[in-house]
């Protein structure tokens, strides 16, 4: 399907490289965000006020002095915070960072194979072209000069009570943004998914990745329920979007 200059179609293998890239580097994004939700969040400082009063205590102990003198409690304070602050940091970048290289050895490492893609032309062995074969596709966005705008996956959970597949790997890239790229892979995705009987479509986003949740909520998905990670403090946002009651999306001019 094209419009605009713009075209969607299924995953070739000549594309692996340039959606390892964008993929890699786009999931990175939050992780800013992710940082400053943390340091608002109060269980980290919750934390950080319980070292603290372990701290004035060990200082009582070791200068046998109370309170300890000043200049040790604002160093030790000080070292304290320091650590509370770049754990913080280490763990907000970690999330994304972790979750990215998890990926790369999962579903897009292999996308052929886990999006169940049949080659359908092996003409070229350096640019296999694939077709979905199911419920299942990848889809890649390319504008008028071939570049790649955007890709997403859809996967499929046969074992739900509706026929549910899930929208998965959304990512546009850096120079194709706010030209209803990522619109114009959710209507493709969401043309093949009516074309297999499916009934819904869930994803899941984090809450500091304000952006997607906009979108998703603009194009018709409802929030169904929130999960706390209790290792990152941020809330894993569950959207669900009936298929019965979707509108064909149109992209944005």
Request: proline share 6%; aromatic share 12%.
């Amino acid at each position: 399907m094209a419009n605009k200059g713009l075209r969607v179609r299924s995953f070739q293998s000549g594309d692996y490289d340039i959606i390892k890239k964008y993929f890699s580097s786009c999931l990175l994004e939050p992780a800013p965000s992710a940082f400053l939700h943390v340091l608002n969040h109060p269980i980290p400082w919750t934390i950080w006020g319980t070292g603290v009063a372990f701290v004035a205590g060990g200082l009582t102990l070791f200068t046998k002095q109370h309170p300890p003198p000043t200049k040790y409690i604002v160093a030790a304070t000080s070292i304290w915070s320091a650590a509370v602050v770049t754990w913080l940091h280490r763990i907000s970048m970690g999330a994304y960072y972790n979750y990215t290289q998890w990926s790369l050895t999962q579903d897009m490492g292999h996308i052929p194979e886990y999006y169940q893609l049949e080659p359908i032309d092996e003409s070229n062995k350096n640019n296999i072209i694939y077709a979905p074969k199911g419920e299942k596709n990848f889809f890649v966005c390319e504008d008028s000069t071939g570049a790649i705008a955007g890709f997403v996956a859809l996967d499929y959970h046969p074992e739900r009570p509706k026929r549910t597949g899930e929208l998965r790997r959304m990512i546009v890239s850096p120079t194709h943004r706010r030209r209803g790229v990522a619109e114009f892979l959710i209507q493709a995705l969401i043309k093949h998914a009516k074309k297999n009987d499916l009934q819904v479509i869930e994803l899941g986003t984090s809450d500091v990745q304000y952006g997607a949740k906009k979108l998703y909520q603009k194009l018709g998905w409802k929030e169904h329920h929130r999960v706390f990670d209790e290792i990152y403090f941020i809330d894993v946002i569950k959207y669900e979007l009936n298929l019965e009651n979707a509108m064909q999306v149109s992209p944005a001019s």
